[in-house]
């Protein structure tokens, strides 16, 4: 019923700055809380950062607080992660997903519906 698309991925050298697009379809994205994971090569899947579509208040993980940034387009169903001073260890495949109604922000069980994910590494 709703399909993410994610995109933006690719090679940035440590420290530069990346953005990750995700857009929505086939559900209107102001009804939906986001959130942004990543998962690393032989690692679980971690938590990145959230945002409510409503007002836009964001969350994030301890890792990435104060380098990266969560904002949303709502008339364009789309949302964005902007990755600044990047490290090797944010390299992953970043994944945007719908938040369940009435869950919670921090786990993979508390969104619905996920992208296809897009690639982001990091060279040092």
Known sequence: QVQLVESGGGLVQAGGSLR???VASGRSFKLYGMG???QAPG??????ASISMNGGVTH???SVKGRFTASRDSAKNT???????????DTGVYYCATR??????????DYHYWGQGTQVTVSS
């Not at 690692?43 to 990145?48: F, G, Y």
């Not at 369940?100 to 069980?109: A, L, V």
Request: glycine share 8%; proline share 3%.
């Open 60 to 62: 994030y993980a301890d």
């Open 20 to 22: 990750l697009s995700c």
């Open 100 to 109: 369940r109604i009435g869950s919670g922000w921090h786990y993979g069980t």
């Open 79 to 89: 949302v964005y992660l902007q990755m600044n001073s990047v490290k090797p260890d």
């Open 43 to 48: 690692k679980e899947r971690e938590w990145v």
């Open 36 to 38: 942004w994971f990543r």
